[in-house]
């Protein structure tokens, strides 16, 4: 299922959006979070993104995640299986198609995990790839305006080349 790919240029509400949430989802799950982060595009300063806040939590065993369902629920998290990321769990705040916000949960010791952290902190590190990434980004919003799956799709490889600069310079 396909649907529009919006990029808007970075605002810092996107980091005061996070610090709010946040403050709410460790308060919400009793400190059973080991660590809660900003991850995707809103987390990097300067990089234009889609407007949802990406916020990967870790957590000691993905299992755990069941007993988050009701807690996030009442602040507004809806808890959205997606059988083809056994690796994570999956909640959206907002309409559905108009997420105001992502949550990921993920065992802090899993790849996935370390590769949100290492794509997020090499962005910040290197301007000249933050750059390139931008520029791909709109590329393909230009692109594919009405597909976000194929925009989504399409950015894979740069990602996965970033993650894999960033191990190698660990």
């Known amino acids: 299922m396909t649907y529009e790919v919006i990029i808007q240029e970075y605002t810092p509400e996107w980091i005061e959006e996070f610090e709010k949430e946040k403050l709410q989802i460790h308060h919400a799950l009793n400190d059973k979070a080991i660590s809660i982060e900003h991850i995707g595009s809103t987390s990097i300063v300067g990089l234009p993104a889609k ?67 290492l794509f997020r902190n090499y962005l910040k590190s290197h301007p000249e790839k933050l750059q390139e990434y931008a520029a791909l980004k709109k590329h393909l919003a230009s692109m594919y305006p009405e597909d976000r799956a194929t925009y989504t799709e399409l950015k894979a490889p740069f990602i996965k080349s970033i993650i894999e600069l960033a191990k190698k310079s660990q």
């Open 51 to 117: 407007p949802i806040v990406d916020i990967a939590v870790g957590v000691n065993l993905l299992n755990d995640a069941d007993l988050f369902i009701e807690p996030l629920k009442e602040l507004g998290y809806e808890y959205v299986p997606k059988m083809e990321f056994p690796n994570r769990r999956f909640f959206r705040k907002g309409l559905w198609r108009k997420g105001t916000h992502h949550l990921h949960i993920y065992e802090i010791t899993s790849e996935e995990w370390n590769n949100n952290l």
